[in-house]
C-alpha cells in the first residue's frame, strides 16, 4: 500500500486524518480517530476490526452519510483527486451510487420491502446513466444475471421478501455495481449469512471486482475474509489504525500486539481443540464447600451411573406454517434425530440456520417438547416429564443462550440473576447467597464487585460470563449451550471458550453444544454431529469429522470457512 | 438531574404543583368568592382585580377556575383508577392465561376500543344519570379497553422474553416468574399510560361537563364554565376562552410529564 | 376453483369479524343499559314530564311495550336482535319517531364534517412530517414535531369557540352556526380534524423516523437519490402502511368528537343527537347510535383490512409460490 502522502497516484480514495465524532447525551464519542490510508485502483483493501472499532462508522463517512448524531471532525477524503468532505450535497450525491457504490450490512432490512427488487436497481440506473424506463428494467435484468441470480427476469419482478437471505444480498451487489463505479464499500456484506451462503455471494463480488476492475473497501469483523478475499489489510481498534499493509504481511507477521491477539483468535483461521489452562486446575480445592449442589468430579465420572448423561433417540419435530394466503405447509424441523453424549465430554451439533440444531438442543433440555422419539438423561426417561419433577430435573440440566441481552433480566441486578435459581430451590439464606454470588462471579473470571450492577452496565461478553454463573449456580452436571458465543467479538469468543473448557475439568461437566460456527466447533468439541434440513448427516468424533469428513455436506462446509488461502502461522 | 434542565419539563411540573394546591387548598389561590356575585360588576373584561374578568353575575371567573379544580379533576382521576384497575385486571389474566379464553376476552376488548371513549362513557352517564360518580365510571370504562390490551401486549412480549424462558429453565415456579420478572417489567409501560390518561381523561371529563352532563349548574367545573360563558362568546370571548385555555394548560402539562415517564427525552 | 379458495378463506373470518363486532358492540351497549341500577323507561318519563311525575303502573307497561322495553331480559336481547337485523332499531322514547329515521336525517350532516375532518387531518399531517423531514435546521423539525402534542391537549370546545370568534365574529369569514349556509362545514371539519390529524401524525411521523432510519433508506441514500424522491418513493408507502390501520380508531375519535363540536358550531348530526338524547335519557335513541358507529367502524376496519392486503406485498395473495420458505433463509448470525 502506497503511502498517502506520496500526492497523485494510483490510488482512487486517499483517507488522511479523518476524525469522526458522534452527539450522545453525555457529550460527544470520537468513533474515528484520525485514521490514513488509501486505496490503490482495482484492489480489495479490507478493513478489519472489533464491534466499536469505528470501521463501519468509517466506511459511512467515505460517503458522508453517517447515522444521527455523528459528525466528521476533521480530515479529507480524496477520491479520484476531489476532497469529497468538501463538495456540495448535490455534487456528492451524483457521485454515490454512480462512482462509489455501497454494499450494506443487512441483506434482510437493506432493500425497500414494498419495491420490486428490478425497480431497486433501474431506480440508479435511470438516476445516473439516464436510461429511460423500459431500458433501466432492461438493464436491471442483465445486472441481477451478473451476480450470479438464475431466472432474473422473474427475479426482478418479485419483492425482497420473496428473495432468500443469500439473493438479495446479490441484489444489493447489483445495486451497487449497476452503474459500474470505480469504488465499492462493502460494509460486512456477509455477515448475517450462512458459511455456505457467504463463500458463493463473495465468489461472486470477486468475480465484478475482476471484471470491471473495482477497487473495494471490505469492512469485516472476520480476519479469515480478509484473508481470502483482499490485497490490502487495515486492522483498526477503537477509531484509530493499528497496524496496515499487504495481507501477507499482515496476517502472517503481525507486528501490533492487538492484531496479533486477533490472528490468534480467529477461529476460523487455524484452531484445535482448546486444553483446560492449568491454574484452573489447581484452584479446584475450594469448590467444594462453595457449591453445596456440586458433589465430587470423581463421583461423578465413576460408579453406578450411565457412561452416556444424554441419550436422545428418533427424535422428530414438526411446525406447521401458515401461508399468509391461506393452506399451510408441514417443516419437519427434527427427523429422527439420535444422538449420545458421553458424561464429561462435549457433543456439539453444528448446522447452518434452518438445520433444526437450536431445536434439538430445546427438546434434549426439555424446554421443547417432540412429536415423537425419547430423551434419556443419566439412564431416566425425561421425555414425558411434567411439573415438580421437571422442575427438579433443571438442578441437573442448564441452558446458556445465544444472546446475552435476551436471556438476563434488565431490572436485575447481577447477585439476584446469579442466584436466581438458589432462590428458585430454597438453597442457602440471603447472606449465603451474596457470597455465592462473588465466588462465582470469580470462577468466570469477572470482577465480584459487578454484582450490584444491572446487565445493561456490562459488556456482551462479560453477560455471557453472567448467564455461565448463573448456570452453574446450582451445579448442574450437563449445560446445553445454543450459539453461546456467536454473538461476541472473535477475542471474546476464544475467552469465553477457553472458560468453558476449564470449567469442564473443574466440575466435570458436560455439554451439549450448538453452532454454525465449524471453527469454534473445533476448539471445543470432542463429537460432533453434522444438521442440515432437521437430519443428522454425519456424526462422529470432533476429529474424524473434520479432518476427515464423509458427507459432501460437511466437505462443502469446511471448505466454505475463509481464511484457508493463507496458511498461517500466528506469530507468538 | 438531566430533566432539570428541560424547560417545558420543569413548566409542566410548576402547572401541576400549582393545580395540586389548587384542588387541596383553593382558597390559598383564590382571590374572590367563587359563589359571590356583584351585581355591579358584571362582564368585567380580565384585570389585576379580576384575572380572568367576571360573568354574567359578577363572579370571578378565576376563583370559580380555582374551586372548580378539585371537582374537575377527581372525576379524571377516579377514572383512570377505574380504566387502569379493570384494563390492567383484564390484560393481566388473558395474556397470562392465553390460548382460547384469551382469544374471546380480547375480542370483546376490542370491541370496547370500537366503540368512543365519549360514547360509552354517555351511555353509563344516561343509565346512571348525570354527576363526577357516572362520569369517572363512563370514561374509565372507555379507557379500560386500551388498558386491557397495553397489559396483555406486555404480558405476552415479555412471556417471550428469553429471561423469562431462562427464569424456566433455571426452575423458577410461575407465580414466582410473574412476580420478579413480568410485572416489574410490565410496569412502566402501563403506569406512562396510566399518565397520558390522566390528559385524555381530563378532556373527555371536561367535553362531558362542557355538554351539562357534570354536578348540577353552581359547581365551578371547568367544562361547565365554558359552557356558561360560550353564551356570550359574541360579546365576551375571554369568558369561555380563558378556562379552556387553563384546561388546555393542564393537560399539555400532565402529557409531558407522562411522555417523561414513558422513557421519551 | 382453485382460484376461487384462497380468496374464501381470506374473507370469510374478515366478514365474520365484521359480523362480530356489530354483534358484540349491541350486547355490550344492552348489558351496560340493563345492568346498571335504575330503570331507563322510568328515568326517561321522569325526564320528558318534569321532576315528579307520577305514573300509573298499567301506563306504564303499555309504554314498555311499545317501546320494546317489556318482557325479560332475554327476550328483550333476541327481540331487539331480530328487529336488528330487519333494520329496525326501535322507537325513540322522547320523541315517537323511530329512531332509525332520527339516525338517518342527522347521519349526512355529521359525514359531511366528519371526512372533511378525516381529510384536513390526514393531508395536513403528511405535509407537517414531510416539512419537519425536509426541514434544513433541527429547531424548525423540533417546532415542527411540538405542534401534535399541542393538537391533542387541545379540548374541542376551546378551539372551536376559538375558531368562532375569530372567524366568524372578528372576521365575519364564515358562519357561526347551522348546516345551511355555504362554509358552515369548514369550522366544525377544522375542529375536528385538529385532534384527528394529531393521533395520525403521531402515528405517521413515528412510523416515517423509523423509515428514516431504516437501511433500506441508507441503501437509497447510498444510490445518490434525493431526498424528496426518498420521501415519496421510499419513506411514504413504508410509512402510511401502519399508518393506515389507525384509520378506525380515528372512526371513534370522530364520532365522539361531533358530540362537542355540533354542540359547539349548533350543528344537526349525529353527535347532538346524541346529547340531547342523553339529556333526555332516551336510551332507544343512544343503542342506535352506537351501533351505527360501531358498524361504521367495523366497515372502515374491514376496508383497511382488505386494503392493507392489497398494497403490502408481503401480505398479498397469491405470491411466494416459488421462493423457498421464508423461515429456512433467516441469517445464521445476529
Known sequence: ????????????????????????????????????????????????????????????????????????????????????LALPERAMRSIRGAQIGFVPQDPSKSLNPLMRVGEQIAESLRL????????????????????????????????????????????????????????????????????????????????????????????????????????????????????????????????????????????????????????????????????????????????????????????????????????????????????????????????????????????????????????????????????????????????????????????????????????????????????????????????????????????????????????????????????????????????????????????????????????????????????????????????????????????????????????????? | MRLLRQPGFVLSIIVIAVVIVASFAPSLLATHDPYGSVAADRFLPPSTEYLFGTDHLGRDVYSRVVHGTALSLLSAALAVVVGVVIGALIGLFSGFVGGRIDFVIMRFVDVLIAVPGVLLALIVVASLGFGPFSLALGVGLGAAGSFARVMRSQVLHIRNEEYVEAARTLGVRGPAILMNHVLPNAARPVIAMAALELGTAILAVSALTFLGFGAPPPAPEWGALVAAGRNFVSTNPTLSILPGVVILVVVLAVNRVARTIGGEK | MSKLKPWVGYLLPKLGQFAFVILATYTLVFVLIHFLPGDPLVAALASKGGGDTVIDPAELEALRAQYGLDGNLWEQYFGHLVALVQGDLGTSIATGVPVIDMVARAFPHSLEIASLALLFGVVSAVIITFLAFAAPWPWLRQLLLQIPPFGIAMPAFLSGLLLISIFAFSLGWLPSAGVRAPGSAILPAITLALPVGAIFFQVFSAAVLEAMNSPYVFTAVAKGVTPRAIFLKHLLRNALLPSITILGLLIGYLAGGTAVVETVFSRDGIGRLTVSAVLARDINVIQGVVLLVGATYAAVNLIVDIAYGFIDPRTRLGTAKKTPAPVAEAGAAT
Open chain 1, 1 to 84: 500500500m502506497s503511502n498517502p502522502m506520496d500526492g497523485p497516484s494510483d490510488d482512487i480514495l486517499v483517507v488522511r486524518d479523518l476524525q469522526v465524532t458522534y452527539a450522545t447525551r453525555n457529550g460527544s464519542v470520537p468513533a474515528v480517530r484520525g485514521i490514513s490510508f488509501s486505496v490503490p485502483r482495482g484492489k480489495i483493501v479490507a478493513v478489519v476490526g472489533e464491534s466499536g472499532s469505528g470501521k463501519s462508522t468509517a466506511s459511512q463517512a467515505f460517503i458522508r452519510r453517517l447515522a444521527e448524531g455523528g459528525k466528521i471532525d476533521s480530515g479529507s477524503v480524496e477520491f479520484a483527486g476531489r476532497d469529497l
Open chain 1, 128 to 572: 445516473h446513466k439516464k436510461l429511460n424506463r423500459s431500458a433501466a428494467a432492461a438493464e436491471a435484468i442483465k445486472i441481477l444475471e451478473e451476480v450470479g441470480i438464475q431466472d432474473a427476469d422473474a427475479r426482478a419482478r418479485q419483492y425482497p421478501h420473496e428473495l432468500s437471505g443469500g439473493m438479495r444480498q446479490r441484489v444489493l451487489i447489483g445495486i451497487a455495481w449497476a452503474c459500474s463505479p470505480q469504488l465499492v464499500i462493502a460494509d460486512e456484506p456477509t455477515s448475517a449469512l450462512d458459511v455456505t451462503v457467504q463463500r458463493q455471494v463473495l465468489d461472486s463480488m470477486d468475480e465484478l471486482v475482476r471484471r470491471h476492475g473495482t477497487a473495494v473497501v471490505l469492512v469485516t469483523h472476520d480476519l479469515a475474509v480478509a484473508a481470502d478475499r483482499a490485497d490490502f489489510v487495515v486492522v483498526m481498534s477503537e477509531g484509530q489504525i493499528v497496524e496496515q499493509g499487504t495481507t501477507l504481511q499482515v496476517l502472517t507477521s503481525p507486528t501490533h500486539a492487538y492484531t496479533k491477539k486477533l490472528v490468534e483468535s480467529a477461529p476460523g483461521l487455524s484452531s484445535a481443540r482448546l486444553v483446560p489452562s492449568v491454574s484452573t486446575q489447581e484452584s479446584q480445592p475450594n469448590t467444594g464447600s462453595l457449591f453445596t449442589g456440586f458433589q465430587k468430579q470423581s463421583d461423578r465420572l465413576s460408579g453406578e451411573r450411565a457412561t452416556n448423561i444424554l441419550e436422545v433417540r428418533n427424535l422428530v419435530k414438526t411446525f406447521t406454517l401458515q401461508r399468509s394466503g391461506g393452506g399451510s405447509q408441514v417443516l419437519r424441523a427434527v427427523d429422527d434425530v439420535s444422538f449420545s453424549v458421553p458424561r464429561g465430554s462435549t457433543f456439539s451439533i453444528v448446522g447452518e440456520s434452518g438445520s433444526g440444531k437450536t431445536t434439538t438442543a430445546r427438546i434434549a433440555a426439555r424446554i421443547a417438547g417432540a412429536d415423537a422419539g425419547s430423551v434419556f438423561f443419566d439412564g431416566d426417561d425425561i421425555t414425558a416429564l411434567k411439573g415438580e419433577k421437571l422442575r427438579q430435573l433443571r438442578r441437573r440440566i442448564q441452558v446458556v443462550y445465544q444472546n446475552p441481552f435476551g436471556s438476563l433480566d434488565p431490572k436485575m441486578s447481577i447477585e439476584r440473576i446469579i442466584t436466581e435459581p438458589l432462590r428458585a430451590f430454597r438453597i442457602g439464606d440471603r447472606s449465603h447467597h451474596g457470597t455465592v454470588a462473588r465466588e462465582l462471579l470469580e470462577h468466570v473470571q469477572l470482577n465480584p464487585d459487578l454484582a450490584t450492577r444491572r446487565p445493561a452496565e456490562l459488556s456482551g461478553g462479560q453477560r455471557q460470563r453472567v448467564a455461565i454463573a448463573r448456570a452453574l449456580a446450582i451445579g448442574p452436571e450437563m449445560i446445553v449451550l445454543d450459539e453461546p458465543v456467536s454473538a461476541l467479538d472473535v477475542s471474546v469468543q476464544e475467552q469465553i471458550l477457553q472458560l468453558l473448557v476449564d470449567l469442564q475439568v473443574e466440575f466435570g461437566l458436560s455439554y451439549l453444544f450448538i453452532s454454525h460456527d465449524l471453527g469454534v466447533i473445533r476448539q471445543i468439541s470432542d463429537h460432533v454431529a453434522v444438521m442440515r434440513f432437521g437430519k443428522i448427516l454425519e456424526l462422529g468424533t470432533a476429529s474424524d469429522i473434520l479432518s476427515n469428513p464423509q458427507h459432501a455436506y460437511t466437505r462443502e462446509l469446511l471448505e466454505a470457512i475463509p481464511g484457508r488461502s493463507i496458511a498461517l502461522t500466528p506469530g507468538t
